[in-house]
């Protein structure tokens, strides 16, 4: 039976110290151990940035690719071989910049999968440019006077798409941040955890002691209902989308691959995919 011990490996990360992400790592590892599950069954995809190097600090199988583009990857691993733990990470610029159309369409389908975006709102990578989520007025190195784009909302643009599990936490509180992993991870589903992780290279404004007046907790609303898609938005609204905790989950859609035609039949992992010489020809002759 595996545990957290399982999970670590002697890479040793070099991300800048007190970064959020730390917390991030630190968080899925407890989760997979929790859960029991076994490295070989477990497959993180990750993207381009600070964040993108979660998937080397993890033992477990896994796939850098490139800017913006680990869902589709990890898309492709899950219908390959639905018993393996899919899990995509990246940032805030790699999943809500270039990669945006991306995860919309993947929360759309409800693939059975877990995103974890590290929000800091800043390109730490590249040295401290404004992101997608930065806040309008924010000043970095490319916007210098005040950024003059509006932040998008993760949270309404994923809960607009029809996702299925949707939680947001902060890399301060490693114990909720577990349990909405798992959460996430536990869902038949397309699940999002989007984590307020502070750079405290590049962003100046929102760090861990900004977060920490800002933040409010979805616990503290007694009368919320996270099953209900309407308040949820409300909330997200009302809060300015600075809420953490489960902000909806629906168990009652079936994941994509369950919809699938011919979804009973072995996994494509399992199955003899060898072209015969016959049926190469019948192809062929279809594309003459």
Known sequence: MATVKEFRNNVRPNWCPGCGDFAVQAALQRALGNLNLEPENVAIVSGIGCSGRISGYVNAYGFHGVHGRSLPIAQGVKLANRDLTVIASGGDGDGFGIGMGHFM????????????????????????????????GFKAKTTPAGNIENAISPL?????????????????????????IQG????????????????????????????????????????????D?????????????????????????KPFDQLIQGYKLEPINAQNLTLEREMFDKVMEEFA
């Not at 993947?106 to 590249?126: H, K, P, S, W």
């Open 184 to 227: 996430g991870i536990e869902h038949k589903g397309f699940s999002l955890i989007n984590v307020f992780s502070p750079c405290v290279t590049y962003n100046k404004v929102n760090t861990y002691e900004w977060y920490k007046q800002h933040v409010v907790h979805l616990e503290d609303f007694p009368n919320y209902d996270a099953a």
């Open 105 to 136: 369409h993947a929360a759309r389908r409800n693939m059975d999968m877990t995103y974890i975006v590290m929000d800091n709102q800043i390109y730490g990578l590249t040295k401290g440019q404004h992101s997608p989520t930065s806040a309008f």
């Open 156 to 180: 309404q643009i994923a809960l607009a798409a029809g996702i299925t599990y949707l939680a947001q936490g902060f890399s301060h509180d490693v114990n909720q941040l577990t349990e909405l």
């Open 229 to 253: 898609r309407s308040a949820a938005m409300a909330k997200v609204a009302e809060t300015d989308g600075l809420c953490t905790g489960l902000v909806f989950h629906d168990d009652t859609r």
